[in-house]
């Protein structure tokens, strides 16, 4: 079975954002795939390289993206949430005159047709959050 991932919690804090990365695990260990992981909302402070998880909790962005490397997943935050959290990659750094980009490796920003063709591309789009 293929699956799109949405996840709109926090990346600090949230037990719905453990939950998706718990999950996504579990669908590659029971030998199905992710079309894609689609973060929206608060969600979208995944992809931001600046961010520091408390002392002794996940580092979930990092997990994200050894799992989006290992198993060739994409990992997509949208653009207008990703914004409103402070992450930019270079062209939208550029855009909006900011001195860099505070993307993380391995994510890319999207615009919520993403979020639709994946809902396409899967048989299963599972929600965490929101």
Do not use: K
């Not at 993206?65 to 990659?89: K, N, T």
């Not at 750094?93 to 809902?119: C, I, K, W, Y």
């Amino acid at each position: 079975m293929i699956f799109a991932i949405l996840v709109q919690g926090s990346p600090t804090g949230v037990a719905s954002s453990l939950a998706a990365y718990r999950f996504a695990e579990a669908v590659l260990a029971g030998g199905h795939s992710i079309a894609r992981v689609f973060f929206y909302g608060a969600g979208a402070a995944h992809a931001s390289a600046f961010l520091v998880p408390p002392a002794g909790a996940a580092d979930l962005p990092h997990l994200w993206q050894a799992l989006a490397a290992e198993h060739s997943i994409e990992l997509m935050a949208c653009i207008g949430s990703a914004l409103r959290h402070g992450v930019v990659d270079g062209r939208e750094a550029a855009r909006h005159n900011l001195p860099g980009a505070s993307m993380r490796e391995g994510f890319e920003l999207a615009g919520l047709g993403q979020l639709v063709d994946a809902t396409l591309r899967g048989e299963r789009l599972i929600s965490f959050g929101g």
